[in-house]
């Protein structure tokens, strides 16, 4: 929120979490704020927070999306059963 509404800007933050027949889980996040800087990819791999989120998705056999459309998205997409995830690596 801190970068999505800096100095007080007013905005909408929308959760959505959505499970589709196939068991596929979707959490998406988006935001009517400031937008992501133009420098965006270039900082992506250095930041915790995407790091961590994408890590997530990762542990959870899911993917993380990130859309750039008038809103900022982030969906993590995930299997719903723990027995279709991946096993864990050494």
Same mark, same amino acid.
Request: hydrophobic share 40%; charged share 25%; with cysteine.
């Given at each position: 929120?801190?970068?999505?509404?800096?100095?007080?800007?007013?905005?909408?933050?929308?959760?959505?979490?959505?499970?589709?027949?196939?068991?596929?889980?979707?959490?998406?996040?988006?935001?009517?704020?400031?937008? %992501?800087?133009?420098?965006?990819?270039?900082?992506?791999?250095?930041?915790?927070?995407?790091?961590?989120?994408?890590? %997530?998705?990762?542990? %959870?056999?899911?993917? %993380?999306?990130?859309?750039?459309?008038?809103?900022?998205?982030?969906?993590?997409?995930?299997?719903?059963?723990?027995?279709?995830?991946?096993?864990?690596?050494?």
């Amino acid at each position: 929120m801190k970068h999505a509404f800096p100095e007080g800007r007013a905005g909408e933050l929308r959760l959505a979490l959505h499970v589709d027949p196939a068991g596929m889980v979707r959490l998406c996040v988006s935001d009517t704020g400031v937008g %992501l800087s133009p420098d965006f990819e270039t900082r992506r791999t250095k930041s915790l927070g995407l790091q961590l989120v994408s890590d %997530l998705a990762r542990q %959870l056999g899911g993917a %993380l999306e990130i859309e750039r459309t008038p809103e900022v998205k982030f969906t993590v997409t995930f299997p719903l059963t723990r027995a279709s995830r991946p096993a864990p690596t050494a």
